[in-house]
T-cell receptor, first 113, second 114 residues
Framework: EDKVVQSPLSLVVHEGDTVTLNCSYEVTNFRSLLWYKQEKKAPTFLFMLTSSGIEKKSGRLSSILDKKELFSILNITATQTGDSAVYLCAFIGHTNAGNMLTFGGGTRLMVKP | DSGVTQTPKHLITATGQRVTLRCSPRSGDLSVYWYQQSLDQGLQFLIQYYNGEERAKGNILERFSAQQFPDLHSELNLSSLELGDSALYFC?????????????FGQGTRLTVV
């Protein structure tokens, strides 16, 4: 069965710290990996990664995928209180039932002033 | 605002009842996905429709069904409701059914079964 495991489960840091969130996966027919940020309600899209070794960057956030070792990391530098959220990693894999998006359990990040 | 609209925002109903959740995708998006998020299960994929046809099926119970209409809005029907069905139900949409297309989420419908 395909699965996604995120670590740590939760993290408390202070403003200005750098954090690294981990996502490992086991999937039969991998298509792409996505990162989402979920604050109070709807997850908001951060990154989609399909190629190994290519870093995607958006401001203080960056992510990279290692398709050989089956993991991805999300880095946040110079954290701010507004970064406090649950970060979700998900992959799209192809199954007999179609292309399915499977989410990990998330990492809850709290950034203290 | 993602452009995906879900109604209602909140729903409280009794066990055994049936409810319908509605989703309007972003303008131009052909794919609609339904997810269930409960505290102990995380975000679970239920079902995907593309241009009116079922495209992928996840962990959707037989008591649940969905459809996508010609105007591309979608409805998720939940019947014979149980306490364990209490959760946040999200709809997401994307432009295509390609796995390399990002999906945008609505704000969710919080269902409470009492």
């Amino acid at each position: 069965e395909d699965k996604v495991v995120q670590s740590p489960l939760s993290l408390v840091v202070h403003e200005g710290d750098t954090v690294t969130l981990n996502c490992s996966y086991e999937v039969t027919n991998f298509r792409s990996l996505l990162w989402y940020k979920q604050e109070k309600k709807a997850p908001t899209f951060l990154f989609m990664l399909t190629s190994s070794g290519i870093e995607k960057k958006s401001g203080r956030l960056s992510s990279i995928l290692d398709k050989k070792e089956l993991f991805s990391i999300l880095n946040i530098t110079a954290t701010q209180t507004g970064d406090s959220a649950v970060y979700l990693c998900a992959f799209i894999g192809h199954t007999n039932a179609g292309n399915m998006l499977t989410f990990g359990g998330g990492t809850r990040l709290m950034v203290k002033p | 605002d993602s452009g995906v609209t879900q109604t209602p925002k909140h729903l409280i109903t009794a066990t055994g009842q049936r409810v319908t959740l509605r989703c309007s995708p972003r303008s131009g998006d052909l794919s609609v996905y339904w997810y269930q998020q409960s505290l102990d299960q995380g975000l679970q994929f239920l079902i995907q429709y593309y241009n009116g046809e079922e495209r992928a099926k996840g962990n959707i119970l037989e008591r649940f069904s969905a459809q996508q209409f010609p105007d591309l809005h979608s409805e998720l029907n939940l019947s014979s409701l149980e306490l364990g069905d209490s959760a946040l139900y999200f709809c997401a949409s994307s432009a295509t059914d390609s796995p390399n297309t990002e999906a945008f989420f609505g704000q969710g419908t919080r269902l409470t079964v009492v």
